[in-house]
């Protein structure tokens, strides 16, 4: 048995999965492997990245708890996916890991196919994003793993996390999608990412679904002065500027993902510069380091844009170039999702 999970690295909308918006990731041609056979009463895999196998129990009970630390997101996908034999293989990956390109998704997704999963690509992301929450804590959204089991070579994924729609957006034969390592692990992820889900939860108490107030009225969420009045209701300033990240976010993947299909490519750099600064300034999940990274390839001649990708804290920036322009980080092309190798 071999199977096949890709990260992946979204173009635009962060931060909008977990208020059920719009989100353009695309499954990645780097990602995890692992081959094996079934049996036995515990899973046991073993990575040349890491210096310990994972082992886990078939009746393991408390993912977070496991050791070494990758054995977790192992654990999270036995504990959801209760698999009734056990496994022994080996994990590969081409992927860096806690860069910002999903490695936890890729090896919880190549893991419950590993396992025996059967069901949709959708079926396959909500089992592996709860896998995740177990094991890491994290309340995440569902758009790292549903780019990992729906990738669609050659397109970019656009995702409502409310509806959970896929529609892929083809990625143009002229645009290069880049990534760049700021260098900054992202350690500090955990905490900070259930705090901003927190804010918008708590502003979502005062405004009503945020996805409701924008996400099929661009128009509105693109007008600063429209944007205003929709947050007026939130008396603290720092909820204005959440929830202002996340509606005008959503406004920007609907009107990206329109340019990207009419080839409009100059249309798309002023939106990642703007996805960039609201990140940076509304929801503060950037670094200077990575606002220094964005301004450097921005600066750097057939660069269509850039803006940092993921939950931020430090990571990966992405960037749309014309074919060439920049020789750094990973040259990353639009991939199939999860697959079974043989
Ligand atoms: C992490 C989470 C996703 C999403 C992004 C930010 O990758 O796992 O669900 O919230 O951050 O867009």
């Known amino acids: 048995m071999e199977v096949f999970a890709p990260g992946r690295v979204n173009l635009i909308g962060d931060h909008t999965d977990t208020t059920g918006g719009l989100v353009l990731p695309m499954a990645i041609d780097l990602g995890t492997t692992i081959s094996g056979r079934a049996g036995g009463d515990r899973v046991v895999l073993r990575s040349a990245e890491e210096p310990d196998p994972a082992v886990v129990p078939l009746d393991v009970t408390e993912p977070a708890a496991m050791e070494p630390g990758w054995a977790r997101?192992?654990?999270?996908?036995?504990?959801?996916?209760?698999?009734?034999?056990?496994?022994?293989?080996?994990?590969?990956?081409?992927?860096?890991?806690?860069?910002?390109l999903s490695s936890s998704a890729a090896l919880e997704v190549a893991v419950a196919l590993a396992l025996g999963f059967e069901g949709t690509a959708l079926d396959l992301a909500h089992l592996t994003r709860r896998a995740e929450q177990q094991a890491s804590g994290v309340p995440c959204g569902i758009m790292d793993q549903l780019a990992s089991a729906a990738g669609v070579e050659g397109h970019a994924l656009l995702i409502d996390c409310d509806a959970l729609t896929v529609d892929p957006v083809p990625v143009p034969d002229g645009v290069e999608v880049r990534v760049v390592h700021s260098g900054q692990s992202r350690t500090l992820a955990g905490s900070a990412y259930a705090e901003r889900t927190a804010s918008l939860a708590e502003a979502e108490g005062v405004l009503g679904p945020l996805r409701l107030l924008a996400v099929d009225r661009p128009e509105v969420a693109l007008d600063s002065a429209a944007v205003a009045d929709l947050v007026a209701p939130l008396t603290d300033p720092v909820l204005r500027r959440r929830a202002r990240h996340v509606l005008t976010e959503n406004a920007r993947v609907r009107v990206f993902a329109d340019a990207l299909r009419r080839l409009d490519l100059p249309a798309l750099g002023p939106l990642l510069a703007a996805s960039h600064t609201s990140l940076r300034d509304d929801f503060e999940v950037s670094t200077p380091v990575l606002d220094a990274l964005v301004e450097r390839l921005v600066a750097t001649p057939g660069v269509l844009g850039a803006r940092l990708t993921g939950a931020g804290f430090g990571g990966c920036v992405v960037a749309l170039t014309e074919p060439g322009a920049l020789e750094e980080g990973w040259r990353v092309h639009a991939g199939p999702g999860a697959h079974r190798l043989a």
Do not use: Q
């Open 73 to 100: 997101y192992v654990a999270g996908v036995v504990a959801e996916l209760r698999p009734s034999a056990g496994f022994d293989g080996n994990v590969t990956t081409t992927l860096p890991v806690g860069a910002g």
